[in-house]
């Protein structure tokens, strides 16, 4: 009875333990069935994925064109070149422009200086005779290439050239009268002079060294005679002069010398 007993507990436990196989064989086979039809409804509910142009010009970007671009054409220009066009070729204009502008500058600044003549000659602006008319004014402001402001001077058939302003008071000297002194400032001799309009100092206009400086024994009234005083103690200072070349067609040249 015992043994009977013992086999039907046995067979109980057999067929419970197949159960549960059968059971968890049934799990398994059922999860990717469960997952796919999660997947499904996942699907079913999400808009479908935007253009790419349309995500790229939300985040900020513009679509990328589909247009075939020659690499040999130009596509902006850019100081000096243009981007897509070669670089050998852009730096060599650029190169050349520089080179153009330094000419350009030495060219402003010395002028064109007579053949045989060393640099630093400033060809100015029309004939001397057009500058300075034999029978009209003797004086003439003229204005280099430079920006540099100069005053020319004629006598008879020799021209001048000293800078725009008298040392003592710094007086535009284009007003000044022009003629043949003595030693003294006085008329008369064989230097060629120029007398400032303000202050009455007469000036060798070879050497610019001063004859007479700020006098208050020529005349000039009250304003001469101040200004004399005023300039008693002080050393009688030179006027900054120029060489000048007329050539065979009358141009004029004049070679500037630094300010003392």
Same mark, same amino acid.
């Given at each position: 009875m015992l043994a009977a007993r !013992? +086999?039907?507990?046995?067979?109980? !436990? +057999?067929?419970?333990? !197949?159960?549960?196989?059968?059971?968890a064989r049934g799990a398994r086979l059922a999860a990717p069935a469960t997952a796919s039809a999660?997947?499904?409804s996942a699907a079913a509910n999400t808009p479908p994925p935007a253009p790419r +142009? %349309?995500?790229v010009a939300r985040a900020g970007f513009a679509p990328k064109s589909t247009k075939k671009v020659d690499a040999a054409a130009p596509r902006m220009k850019l100081a000096g070149g243009e981007i897509g066009a070669d670089a050998e070729a852009v730096a060599a204009a650029r190169k050349e422009k520089r080179a153009a502008k330094s000419a350009t500058e030495k060219d402003a600044k010395a002028g064109t200086a007579p053949k045989g003549f060393p640099d630093g000659w400033s060809q100015l602006d029309g004939t001397v005779d =057009? *500058? *300075?008319?034999?029978?009209g004014k003797a004086t003439k402001a003229v204005t280099l290439r430079t920006g540099r402001v100069l005053v020319l001077y004629r006598l008879g058939d020799t021209v001048f050239c000293s800078d725009v302003e008298s040392p003592a008071y710094k007086y535009p000297m284009h007003e000044a009268r022009v003629f043949s002194s003595d030693a003294a400032g006085l008329e008369g001799g064989d230097v060629p002079a120029a007398e400032c309009p303000l202050d009455g100092s007469v000036f060798d206009l070879r050497t610019g060294a001063p004859l007479v400086y700020c006098p208050n024994d020529r005349g000039g009234g009250l304003v001469r005679g101040m200004l004399s005083a005023l300039?008693?103690? %002080? =050393?009688?200072?030179?006027m900054q002069v120029h060489p000048v070349f007329v050539d065979g067609a009358k141009r004029v040249y004049v070679k500037v010398r630094a300010a003392k």
């Amino acid at each position: 009875m015992l043994a009977a007993r !013992t +086999s039907a507990a046995a067979s109980a !436990t +057999s067929r419970a333990m !197949t159960s549960a196989r059968a059971v968890a064989r049934g799990a398994r086979l059922a999860a990717p069935a469960t997952a796919s039809a999660a997947a499904a409804s996942a699907a079913a509910n999400t808009p479908p994925p935007a253009p790419r +142009s %349309s995500v790229v010009a939300r985040a900020g970007f513009a679509p990328k064109s589909t247009k075939k671009v020659d690499a040999a054409a130009p596509r902006m220009k850019l100081a000096g070149g243009e981007i897509g066009a070669d670089a050998e070729a852009v730096a060599a204009a650029r190169k050349e422009k520089r080179a153009a502008k330094s000419a350009t500058e030495k060219d402003a600044k010395a002028g064109t200086a007579p053949k045989g003549f060393p640099d630093g000659w400033s060809q100015l602006d029309g004939t001397v005779d =057009e *500058l *300075l008319p034999p029978k009209g004014k003797a004086t003439k402001a003229v204005t280099l290439r430079t920006g540099r402001v100069l005053v020319l001077y004629r006598l008879g058939d020799t021209v001048f050239c000293s800078d725009v302003e008298s040392p003592a008071y710094k007086y535009p000297m284009h007003e000044a009268r022009v003629f043949s002194s003595d030693a003294a400032g006085l008329e008369g001799g064989d230097v060629p002079a120029a007398e400032c309009p303000l202050d009455g100092s007469v000036f060798d206009l070879r050497t610019g060294a001063p004859l007479v400086y700020c006098p208050n024994d020529r005349g000039g009234g009250l304003v001469r005679g101040m200004l004399s005083a005023l300039k008693q103690k %002080s =050393e009688p200072s030179p006027m900054q002069v120029h060489p000048v070349f007329v050539d065979g067609a009358k141009r004029v040249y004049v070679k500037v010398r630094a300010a003392k």
